[in-house]
Each structure stands twice: as structure tokens, then as C-alpha cells.
């Protein structure tokens, strides 16, 4: 049974950090694509970035990059989202999730697995 369980979330000042962490069990997850969405009240669940954990490449929404850092530890079974120069508009629930597909996958359909979400809260 797959469980992927998010952690890290809080209450941050516009500008500061957040690490999240996304801890996965219940299979070997080396063919898997390691994606992190995120999503705002009142609107859809956004692609924020994915990591191929074979091989450690990331592909993130191109809104996001410089600012967002996706990274995985194989000895934990672990994947992180580190977040920099938070915004308010950040705001929202973020979720890891867990495909198979090929490529880059980046639609919500793409991803089997889910976690249950943690909140991230930027204040201005």
C-alpha cells in the first residue's frame, strides 16, 4: 500500500523559507516520477515540480523556477520541496504525489498516488 505522507508546512513572512518533505512508503518508488502540486482556495491543483527519482532530474513549472528546488535521499525515501523569496501568493496546500508516466508529467490525471496535503501560509 502506498503512503506518501507531506510535512513542513507553516506559517512563514513574505520572503522567507519553507522545506517540505514528502516521505514515501509501500514500494519501491526508482521507476517512479516524484511530483509536487499545490492548490490555492478557490482554484485548481497547479503543477509546481517533479523529480525523476532514478536519476535525480528535476522539471519544474517554468512561474516557479529559481525559487523552488526539488531534491530526493534515497536512504530515507524521501523527496523535498525547498521554497525561497516566499510570496503570499504561495499560499495554498501543497501535495505530493506519485506517477509512473514517462516524460514530465505535470496534469493531476498523471499521478496514481497522493498525499494528503500540508499547508503553507505566507503572510505580508
Known amino acids: 500500500q502506498v503512503q506518501l505522507v507531506e510535512s513542513g508546512g507553516g506559517l512563514v513572512q513574505t520572503g522567507g523559507s519553507l522545506r517540505l518533505s514528502c516521505a514515501a512508503s509501500?514500494?519501491?518508488?526508482?521507476?517512479?516520477?516524484m511530483g509536487w502540486f499545490r492548490q490555492a482556495p478557490g482554484k485548481e491543483r497547479e503543477f509546481v515540480g517533479a523529480i525523476r527519482w532514478s536519476s535525480g532530474t528535476t522539471y519544474y513549472a517554468d512561474s516557479l523556477k529559481g525559487r523552488f528546488t526539488i531534491s530526493r535521499d534515497n536512504a530515507k525515501n524521501t523527496v523535498y520541496l525547498q521554497m525561497n523569496s516566499l510570496k503570499p501568493e504561495d499560499t495554498a496546500v501543497y501535495y505530493c504525489?506519485?506517477?509512473?508516466?514517462?516524460?514530465?508529467?505535470?496534469?493531476?490525471?498523471?499521478?496514481?498516488?497522493w498525499g494528503q496535503g500540508t499547508q503553507v501560509t505566507i503572510s505580508s
Open positions: 509501500g514500494r519501491t518508488f526508482s521507476s517512479y516520477r
Open positions: 504525489a506519485a506517477s509512473l508516466r514517462v516524460g514530465v508529467p505535470k496534469e493531476t490525471y498523471d499521478y496514481a498516488y
